[in-house]
């Protein structure tokens, strides 16, 4: 089948991910394992399936790079599907934002005034 003039500029704009180190090439590799059957069937629908998995693959490992790079943990990665290379940029975009509000209110600790006046027991 023909590939589309969209498809080719979409492999155009999509720069190349960085390298990373060979362990966490691995957990990327393992994690799009199990997105494949998923992509594969999207893949499908559309009317160049190669191409449309080769920008699964990479949208996948780009965004787990982002996700990874923003500080949030492979737990919650998996939890939430943050790496689903099935969504738009703007549903990974809202969960991606979710993911680290959730995070950072987690890692608020409560500021508690502790002043201790001559009258309550404290030094002076």
């Not at 449309?52 to 939430?80: K, M, P």
């Not at 934002?97 to 005034?113: D, L, N, Q, S, Y």
Request: charged share 30%; glycine share 4%; net charge positive.
């Amino acid at each position: 089948m023909a590939t589309t003039r969209s498809d080719i500029q979409s492999l155009v704009s999509q720069p190349a991910p960085p390298m990373l180190p060979p362990k966490r090439e691995n957990y990327i590799e393992r994690r799009w394992r199990e997105w494949l059957p998923y992509c594969t069937v999207e893949a499908r629908r559309h009317s160049d399936p190669a191409n449309h998995l080769y920008l699964f693959r990479t949208r996948h490992r780009s965004r787990l790079i982002n996700i990874l790079l923003a500080g949030i943990q492979w737990d919650v990665l998996r939890e939430h599907g943050l790496d689903d290379p099935t969504i738009d940029d703007a549903r990974f975009n809202f969960l991606l934002r979710a993911a680290i509000e959730r995070r950072r209110c987690r890692m608020k600790t409560p500021t508690t005034k502790s002043k201790k006046y001559p009258a309550q027991g404290g030094r002076s």
